[in-house]
């Protein structure tokens, strides 16, 4: 398990897996170990995965610093993380709240990005969230579900602020509620840095309108990957956010929640590699192109 020392002498951790070009991994939860992300639907064995473990998480050290763990304090750990690969540039995807610090990273330094995937994105960093509304919208979609009585009250309690977390609702965040899923949220507890996570979007954490001005600046191919029936965020959030960059596009992936490469591995694997190994910039097939790219968004 390969480590680096940041600016500020945490040690930080990563994992390699698969074999192949280089793609660099940011996790979400927020501050949530890599592990859960596992080899991403197969893509380990065509690319070779280095997913970090943020400060605080898995086997990275906690900091001296907590206020450290606010999402745009930790940009320079992943320059640091960069270069210390030997990266002159690289592909980067982040996950989930993973998102949020690949944005902040892509317009501090966007001559370091070759390629961006953002799978299921919080895209808090452009001044943009989910709202209970939305997570209930994408809920009710599930509504033949056998499970879907119990977990629908609790879950609009929760989004309400009337009650916790409760997994009762675990479901909503999955395609599908089979075996896999049931397996993949058994470790959340363990895996998530919950006093890290209270500070990721801390107040600070986000100037929108400078990183919207930022990311106009960024020439790299970017792909913003939704679930058709995820709430956060649900597709056509993702589509406002897409507008943010000058070459994007947007895949949505049929039938797929906030994991999507557990949901479907192959259709996951495929729309991911297309973007990838595709040339800079072409328009891919079943994408929706982004509007900073001349089309509608």
Same mark, same amino acid.
């Given at each position: 398990?390969?480590?680096?020392?940041?600016?500020?002498?945490?040690?930080?951790?990563?994992?390699?897996?698969?074999?192949?070009?280089?793609?660099?991994?940011?996790?979400?939860?927020?501050? &949530?170990?890599?592990?859960?992300?596992? #080899?991403?639907?197969?893509?380990?064995?065509?690319?070779?995965?280095?997913?970090?473990?943020?400060?605080?998480?898995?086997?990275?050290? @906690?900091?001296?610093? @907590?206020?450290?763990? $606010?999402?745009? $304090?930790?940009? =320079?750990?992943?320059?640091?993380?960069?270069? %210390?690969?030997?990266?002159?540039?690289?592909?980067?995807? *982040?996950?989930?709240?993973?998102?949020?610090?690949?944005?902040?990273?892509?317009?501090?330094?966007?001559? &370091?990005?070759? &390629?961006?995937?953002?799978?299921? /994105?919080?895209?808090?960093?452009?001044?943009?969230?989910?709202? @209970?509304?939305? &997570?209930?919208?994408?809920?009710?979609?599930?509504?033949?579900?056998?499970?879907?009585? =119990?977990?629908?009250?609790?879950?609009?309690?929760?989004?309400?602020?009337?009650?916790?977390?409760?997994?009762?609702?675990? /479901?909503?965040?999955?395609?599908?509620?089979?075996?896999?899923?049931?397996?993949?949220?058994?470790?959340? !507890?363990?895996?998530?840095?919950?006093?890290?996570? #209270?500070?990721?979007?801390?107040?600070?954490?986000?100037?929108?309108?400078?990183? $919207?001005?930022?990311?106009?600046?960024?020439?790299?191919?970017?792909?913003?990957?939704?679930?058709?029936?995820?709430?956060? /965020?649900?597709?056509?959030? !993702?589509?406002?956010? !897409?507008?943010?960059?000058?070459?994007? =596009?947007?895949?949505?992936?049929?039938?797929?929640? %906030?994991?999507?490469?557990? #949901?479907? /591995?192959?259709?996951?694997?495929?729309?991911?590699?297309?973007?990838?190994?595709?040339? *800079?910039?072409?328009?891919? @097939?079943?994408? =929706?192109?982004?509007?900073?790219?001349?089309?509608?968004?």
């Amino acid at each position: 398990m390969p480590t680096l020392t940041t600016t500020d002498g945490t040690r930080l951790a990563y994992h390699l897996r698969g074999a192949g070009e280089p793609l660099a991994v940011l996790p979400g939860g927020p501050m &949530r170990a890599s592990a859960y992300l596992g #080899d991403l639907g197969g893509l380990a064995a065509h690319r070779r995965l280095a997913l970090l473990d943020l400060r605080g998480t898995g086997d990275s050290a @906690p900091p001296a610093d @907590p206020a450290s763990y $606010r999402c745009d $304090r930790m940009v =320079e750990d992943v320059e640091v993380w960069r270069a %210390h690969m030997g990266l002159e540039h690289m592909d980067l995807l *982040a996950h989930s709240a993973g998102a949020a610090l690949a944005m902040l990273y892509a317009a501090r330094h966007p001559q &370091r990005i070759r &390629r961006l995937l953002l799978i299921t /994105p919080n895209p808090s960093a452009l001044g943009l969230r989910a709202s @209970p509304e939305d &997570r209930l919208s994408a809920a009710r979609l599930r509504a033949r579900e056998p499970w879907f009585a =119990e977990a629908f009250p609790a879950f609009r309690a929760w989004l309400a602020g009337e009650a916790d977390f409760d997994d009762v609702f675990l /479901p909503f965040f999955y395609g599908r509620w089979d075996d896999a899923a049931r397996a993949h949220t058994d470790a959340e !507890v363990q895996q998530t840095n919950e006093e890290a996570a #209270d500070r990721y979007f801390g107040e600070g954490a986000f100037s929108p309108d400078a990183t $919207r001005t930022a990311l106009a600046e960024l020439t790299a191919p970017v792909l913003l990957h939704a679930g058709e029936l995820d709430g956060g /965020p649900r597709p056509d959030l !993702v589509r406002r956010a !897409v507008e943010a960059f000058p070459n994007a =596009e947007v895949a949505v992936q049929p039938g797929a929640g %906030h994991y999507p490469w557990l #949901d479907d /591995p192959e259709w996951f694997l495929k729309r991911t590699l297309a973007f990838l190994d595709g040339p *800079a910039g072409a328009a891919l @097939p079943s994408a =929706e192109q982004g509007a900073g790219a001349g089309q509608p968004g």
